[in-house]
């Protein structure tokens, strides 16, 4: 399995990004997948994840209502779509592949990672 994000950038702050995370291997479409974030400083954090088929969602508080995740299983793709962006939410973010089908919030829960792509917010 090899997870590529794409997307991130320099924004201001209230403005908009789409992460993409793409699997090249094409393994992935049957896992659960999540977004992680880390910022300078901090320790790795819960984002966001969808399971296999997309039914089942979960986000961390301070992203809901403005964080939406969705996959393309047919091009083996998850989005991340950040809109209302805030200066807190600067980070690294991480694509992960979830050991099963289904979500959840511990890192160790899953398996293969991308190697992240820089979100920077600007006030």
């Known amino acids: 399995v090899q997870l590529v994000e794409s997307g991130g950038g320099l924004v201001q702050a209230g403005d908009s990004l789409r992460l993409s995370c793409t699997d090249s291997?094409?393994?992935?479409?049957?896992?659960?997948v999540g977004w992680f974030r880390q910022a300078p400083g901090k320790e790795r954090e819960f984002v966001a994840a969808i399971s296999w088929n997309g039914a089942l969602t979960r986000y961390t508080d301070s992203v809901k209502g403005r964080f939406t995740i969705s996959r393309d299983r047919a091009k083996n793709t998850v989005f991340l779509q950040m809109n209302s962006l805030k200066v807190d939410d600067t980070a690294v973010y991480y694509c992960?592949?979830?050991?099963?089908?289904?979500?959840?919030?511990?890192?160790?829960?899953?398996?293969?990672w991308g190697q992240g792509t820089q979100v920077t917010v600007s006030s």
């Open positions: 291997k094409r393994t992935f479409s049957n896992n659960g």
């Open positions: 992960a592949s979830h050991r099963s089908s289904y979500i959840s919030t511990g890192s160790h829960d899953y398996r293969y």
